[in-house]
């Protein structure tokens, strides 16, 4: 015992008891640390300010993250200015004493010029020279020269008619800046039994004498129009949680910005509400953690190495939420929520997997600005697949409950938008985003399970997973020897790949058996025009065709010994001999046709076929049929989608009628959609290759009949 009576050995096993809590302690704070900065990082996109300029177009569909009612200064302004432009100008009344005054000076004009017309020692010139000196009269020369030819009964009858037109003109209204309104009817108020000749002159006459008797009021109208401005109200601007700012792919307008500004979206500023809300949710989600470890896998949650596990994969999964999830654009339906699920499933169990797929929900509802869409739809692709894995589930297993998980997702966004959007074009586009989550958290789940320790058995699926890999030896030598094949094989790769996902072939084992098909092309790779830079000099060409023939023949058979030696999986082989079934190599055989025509002799047809077997699996006619529309469309070049169309019709059309696929088990419908797509995958996948003869008409195997004609 020490001075207070305590033994050594209980402060040791007190201690020994403290330092599993306290680290225990630690790794939640961690963990609640982690949450909370995950959430509230302002680097990623749910905290990240949009930059926007009016006219930029929208890079996601930014939705409102909370209910907002504010004055829109835009439509405010807009709504006063459109009062203010409502009001006419205001006019002060007419004054009659312009008009007596006009009355007056169209006198004066007349009698001015009945004096100079009088004049008996002027000449034409100098009276029209005398009018042109009156500064109100601005009449033409012709009208002057009228006013001084005209006999003076036409003059006292346009005297009469000009002052009339002036008086009348000048009684009524005449306001400032619509002289011309009344000029232009003053040939309407012309006497019938006026001269026609002289109505242009009276008109030009009084026209000139007509001006404004009612000018604008200009502090009138401001007060009017301030009056009516002052009336109008504060316009507001309302949007609801969730509900769209901007669309995606559109302009962003003067509106938007101001919406977006109003619910702090330009500035990453965060308010103590976000930070007491996120802190919350942390400490939340790490006491339900604790609690349900504790209670229901008390001796699992004991090793600390499991718990740190659990909480980083959390981590991981929240933070790739953050960069999906915010602003719910479509991607965020790809979110591979269920492949927490199934992770966790096959680490500690249904009922904490469960646990985890609820928290991790209602984050990504928190996450998505309080959708309960978002939150729901994530809780149960979780839920159904830790559901229906199975522990020690194979990878079968983990594409069954990836499917289970899809079919929740979908699901779900049929229940909350069956309501109001069956109709839109966004929910199937949603539902095929549910559809692929299931298969992307699936590949998640293996992916992370085998980074921690390959806590599944999935040695099928782990050795296609290891034959794909680029640095595998037999890829490496295909790389580094045959480089033109090993890009032909990866434009296959692709063909493949997506018509066996389109038909719901093993994707997989298809994609493993297409990088392995043509490894045989290693024994002699530069006979192959696709590993040779200049097409143009070719070995064949100073062979004969039998001897060609032979040489590409024997591409397959090297494949198939070198994949013995390599000791690649059976299913793996089987592509090596089956991708070219029983075919014709075209090009020789038409060749070598040629020459035995020319020479008379007979010939043998046999040795220019591949010697099988015809394809004995979905996975491997596709690769055949891959393979030849590859080779035919990057031949011919199609330049228009149509005649691709027809290019790889074409070639897969010679394959059925060479029975070719007779053993594949693909059915017509597989076909359909293996044409399409192909038809997909080939657009801009045009490569030089040799286009051989038979792209045009299919030849056909020994022995075989085409129509009632054998051909040999």
């Known amino acids: 015992m020490n001075g207070n009576g305590v033994k050594p050995n209980s402060w040791r096993g007190l201690a020994a008891r403290l330092i599993p809590i306290i680290k225990g302690i ?22 990240q300010p949009y930059d926007l300029a009016v006219d930029d177009i929208a890079p996601e569909d930014i939705r409102a993250p909370r209910a907002i009612t504010y004055i829109s200064q835009i439509d405010t302004l807009a709504a006063r200015q459109a009062a203010g432009a409502s009001i006419a100008d205001v006019y002060d009344a007419p004054d009659p004493r312009i008009g007596r005054q006009q009355v007056r000076v169209a006198h004066q004009i007349i009698d001015f010029v009945r004096v100079v017309r009088a004049d008996p020692l002027a000449d034409g010139d100098l009276k029209a020279a005398y009018l042109a ?11 002057s020269r009228m006013l001084l030819s005209i006999s003076d009964d036409q003059f006292e009858q346009l005297d009469r008619q000009t002052v009339g037109l002036v008086e009348e003109a000048m009684s009524g209204l005449v306001r400032e800046g619509r002289v011309q309104d009344v000029t232009r009817s003053l040939e309407l108020k012309i006497s019938s039994d006026f001269p026609e000749a002289l109505i242009p002159v009276a008109v030009d006459l009084a026209s000139e004498l007509v001006i404004p008797n009612s000018v604008l009021n200009q502090a009138a109208t401001d007060a009017a129009r301030s009056q009516a401005v ?39 500023a965060l308010s103590a509400e976000e930070i007491m809300t996120a802190a919350l949710t942390s400490l939340l989600s790490a006491a339900l953690f604790v609690i349900y470890l504790v209670a229901l896998r008390p001796a699992w949650a004991a090793n600390l190495s499991h718990v740190r596990l659990v909480a980083g994969l959390f981590l991981m999964f929240l933070l790739a939420a953050q960069f999906l999830i915010p602003g719910q654009q479509p991607i965020a339906y790809l979110f591979p929520a269920a492949a927490l699920a199934m992770t966790i499933r096959a680490l500690a169990g249904l009922e904490i997997a469960a646990l985890m797929a609820v928290v991790l929900g209602g984050m990504a509802g928190l996450i998505a600005n309080g959708s309960f869409e978002i939150a729901a739809y994530v809780t149960v692709t979780g839920l159904l697949a830790a559901g229906t894995l199975r522990q020690g589930a194979r990878l079968a297993a983990f594409f069954q409950s ?30 095929g985003f549910a559809v692929l989550n ?25 050795q296609l997973v290891d034959l794909m890999r680029p640095d595998h030896p037999l890829q490496r030598r295909l790389q580094q020897e045959a480089l033109g094949t090993y890009q032909h094989t990866l434009s296959v790769v692709n063909l493949v790949e997506a018509a066996a996902e389109a038909i719901n072939a093993d994707a997989l ?28 000099n070719s070995p064949q060409d100073s062979l004969a065709p039998a001897m060609s023939a032979q040489i590409v023949l024997s591409h397959v058979r090297d494949g198939l010994e070198l994949g013995r030696k390599s000791r690649l999986p059976q299913q793996i082989i ?11 190599i075209a090009f020789f055989l038409d060749k070598a046709k040629k020459e035995a025509e020319n020479g008379g002799h007979p010939f043998d047809e046999r040795p220019y076929y591949y ?8 996975e491997a006619a596709i690769l055949m049929l891959a393979d030849g529309c590859e080779s035919a469309v990057r031949a011919n070049r199609p330049p228009t989608i149509e005649e691709m169309e027809s290019v790889i019709n074409r070639i897969i059309q010679q394959r059925v009628d060479l029975h070719q696929l007779d053993n594949s088990g693909l059915t017509l419908n597989d076909i359909q959609v293996i044409k399409h797509s192909f038809l997909r995958t080939l657009r801009g996948m045009y490569h030089p290759r040799i286009k051989y003869p038979g792209d045009e008409k299919p030849p056909t195997t020994p022995g075989q009949r085409v129509g009632t004609n054998r051909v040999y």
């Open 26 to 47: 630690g790794i939640a704070g961690l963990f609640v640390a982690g949450v909370t900065m995950t959430l509230l990082f302002p680097g990623l996109p749910s905290r």
């Open 230 to 268: 002052d009336a109008v109200p504060d316009a507001r601007q309302s949007y609801q949680p969730g509900e769209v700012i901007a669309r995606a792919g559109e302009p962003i307008d003067a509106l938007d910005l101001e919406a977006l500004s109003a619910l702090g979206l330009t500035s990453n």
């Open 133 to 143: 000196r009156v500064v109100a009269l601005d009449i033409a020369a012709d009208a």
């Open 574 to 584: 089987a592509f090596i001999g089956e991708h070219h079934g029983t075919l014709p």
């Open 402 to 431: 990836g499917l289970a998980a899809a079919i929740g997702g979908a699901a779900t966004l049929i229940v909350f938008r069956l309501p109001t959007q069956i109709g839109t074009p966004d929910l199937p586009l949603l539902l």
């Open 611 to 618: 010697s099988g077997p015809i394809p004995q699996s979905r």
């Open 509 to 536: 084992l298809a994609r493993a058996g297409t990088l392995y098909h043509d490894i045989g092309k290693l024994a002699n790779p530069g006979f192959f025009i696709e590993n040779r830079a200049d097409a143009g």
């Open 438 to 462: 299931g298969l992307f958290s699936t590949g998640a789940t293996v992916v992370i399970l085998v980074a921690v320790g390959g806590l599944t058995s999935l040695v099928t699926s782990l």
